[in-house]
């Protein structure tokens, strides 16, 4: 049976990039290059996530970026950040600290880990719209 050219090509092109994937990937585990970032698990905090009452009956919206410092238990440890509002960054600081992470890892331990999060209040005018404004971070 013959092979075509092209798919002979085609054949040793993939396994090339493969062999080099391979080849980074056992240097990055002999280096302890192989992490992960500390992951939002979820869950709704109602009593921790209280949007705050003077915002809201002015319909002001905020988007907060938070730095976060979270522990190898997936726990909140500390958090700063700033809002564009003021009135928004007591409440997101406890309401972050009130929700569950899963850890950052190296090399599958997990580890305490510094990580960025955007947090967005939105303000309804019944329309449906949200009245916050994205950010642009990058």
Known sequence: MR???G???GAAAVFACLAAHAAAQSVAKS?????TRAQFVGGFRPDACRYPAQPRREGISACCIMDLDIGADGRVL??????????????????LAAQSFMPATVNGQPV?????????WRSWDGSGAGLCQKLKTS
């Open 78 to 95: 500390t958090s700063d950040g700033h809002c564009t509002h003021p009135a928004f960054l007591a409440p997101t600081q406890r309401c």
């Open 112 to 120: 305490r880990a510094l990580q960025s999060i955007e947090y967005e």
């Open 7 to 9: 798919l002979a090509l």
């Open 31 to 35: 280096l302890g290059a192989q992490k």
């Open 3 to 5: 092979i075509s050219k």
